[in-house]
């Protein structure tokens, strides 16, 4: 898929974020997407997006929508305007969002947080901490 | 203000490491993930930035611009609570580890263990 369709879906991802975290780090995520291209794959980026998106929606707590202070809204005379409290989501917003997330999973299977085949970071240790042990074990006379 | 203290997440530790010896950038961060973890463990931009922004709620980090190409630039600075954080955190995975030493230790010996 070029780069420029991926760039886009990954772009339209970005501006379904609710817009607090939209504002503070979605010029950075587009930043590092562009860095990132190569060395991540675009398949794991937009899975990775796909997923922050959920994330932001349904795990966002209300201190962070408190953090984020007032929401900016566009109106239809004065352009846009601070409007108090913190921001909502509305059906559309997230029907939008749950739309282009399952089209983005099916585009793309998402491999996860953790390089396929692999350990997880605890499991890891785990196996180093038995390794280490049967070693010692084995080594005594 | 939320308060982060161990056990910490993978990412957040990843995070407070690869941000414990220099100052660094969100892809910088990643990249720096990627190595400490041996291509083990992956960061996203999603899932790094959420936690960059718990973290500076918590002002574990700090973040800063600076020029860099003729663009401005976020990086990020670890500060001294998020040193003190990522110190206590790996103390307790010292701990674990050590009581995981032993307890496989005992367990050898006395023959719990098989090998599958």
């Known amino acids: ?141 | 203000m939320k308060t982060i203290a161990p056990p910490l997440s993978n990412a957040v530790t990843y995070i407070l490491l690869a941000l414990a010896e220099r100052d660094l950038h969100g892809y910088g961060i990643m990249q720096e993930t990627t190595r400490l973890s041996g291509g083990e463990y992956k960061i996203g931009p999603g899932l790094l930035y959420d936690n960059l922004r718990a973290l500076m709620a918590a002002t574990l980090v700090e973040e800063s611009e600076v020029e860099d190409g003729g663009e401005a630039r976020r990086i990020y600075h670890l500060t001294q609570a998020g040193a003190a954080v990522l110190d206590d955190e790996l103390k307790r995975l010292a701990e674990v580890v050590k009581a995981g030493r032993s307890r496989l230790a005992a367990g050898q010996t006395t023959g719990r263990t098989r090998e599958v």
């Open chain 1, 1 to 141: 898929m070029p780069q420029l369709i991926v760039r886009k879906l990954y772009r339209a991802l970005l501006r379904l974020h609710p817009e607090c975290f939209r504002a503070s780090f979605a010029p950075e995520m587009m930043r590092v997407f562009d860095e990132a291209w190569i060395e991540y794959g675009a398949a794991w980026l937009l899975g990775d997006a796909a997923l922050s998106l959920l994330r932001q929606w349904c795990l966002r707590s209300p201190e962070d929508a408190q953090l984020a202070g007032p929401d900016a809204r566009f109106g239809l005379l004065a352009g846009s305007y601070p409007v108090g409290g913190p921001p909502h989501l509305t059906m559309a917003k997230l029907s939008a969002a749950l739309l282009l997330t399952l089209t983005s999973f099916l585009l793309f299977p998402y491999p996860g947080a953790y390089v396929p085949g692999r350990m997880a970071g605890r499991a890891h240790v785990q196996r180093g901490v038995r390794y280490v042990a049967q070693r010692n074990l084995s080594e005594r006379p």
